[in-house]
């Protein structure tokens, strides 16, 4: 009976969704999911109940209940919420009466009932695991600075902007629909790509910042004559030149991470 959603809510565009939504729709999508869920949180309330297997349900139980948790407060599950943390404050009550033995086991014998064999015979694998660990973390340091540095846009630049009008040199309209969603929309993406949303057409191009100036161009001239401009852009509009010829000024609401928090993680 979990996960299930409104049968309208499933023609809601993906950018529109709330956060609850996606996450309700996304669990509810596979029904042996469901089954295998249910299956797997009976079966550590039951494990619970017998002295010999008590711990081993615990130690399940902390780690689902820390993820539920999770998955409840960043996806605002409002109404689960009190019921996972009070599942929580009862896994760790419970497993205080255990910490004694969980230290003595993984942290003083390393998860061995002896202590004989967790230590390393030899130099080489007494040093191997630390020199590994240092090299991998500081390789896959220096490697997400220079994706980030190469492909990550200005983050006061990139986002997604309704359009509210478009004023031409000798003429104004109002575009009343976008080709992605319902609203006409211009998005600024990473890896210097920009993408215009207007009426039933899709325009893909490229964009460059310099400064304070813009500079972007489609593939193809939109309805509206549109195809290079350069210009300035803020929060409220993208203003200059198209074509080198004639002005423009599109007036723009930037969406915010409260609306758009799928394309909001860069910040």
Known sequence: MQFRIPNYSSYIYLAEMSKYQHMWSFFGRS??????????????????????????????????????LVLNIEFEIIFATSH???????TLIL??????????????????LDSTSIKPKHKFAKIFP???LLVLSVGYFSFSLYIKSVYIGDPNVIGAY???????????FTPKKGKLGKLPMLFIENNNQIVLSVEDTLYI???????????????????????????????ISLTGQINDKSSIDISLERIDGKKNYINDLYK
């Not at 996972?84 to 009862?90: E, K, S």
């Open 95 to 112: 497993l205080i009466g255990y910490r004694k033995d969980l230290y003595q086991f993984f942290i003083k014998l390393g998860g061995k």
């Open 130 to 132: 630390v020199v590994f």
């Open 84 to 90: 996972i943390i009070l599942d929580f404050a009862i």
């Open 162 to 172: 309704e359009i509210k009008q478009i004023q031409l040199k000798d003429s104004t």
């Open 31 to 68: 029904e042996n999911y469901n089954i295998f869920i249910g299956i797997s949180e009976f079966l550590i309330g039951a494990l619970v109940l017998f002295k010999r297997t008590r711990l081993i349900a615990l130690l399940i139980s902390l780690g689902v209940c820390l993820n539920i």
């Open 205 to 235: 191009g490229a964009y460059l910042v310099e400064k304070e100036n813009i500079h972007l161009g489609f593939e193809g001239a939109t309805k509206f004559g549109l195809q290079t401009l350069k210009g300035t852009l803020d929060s």
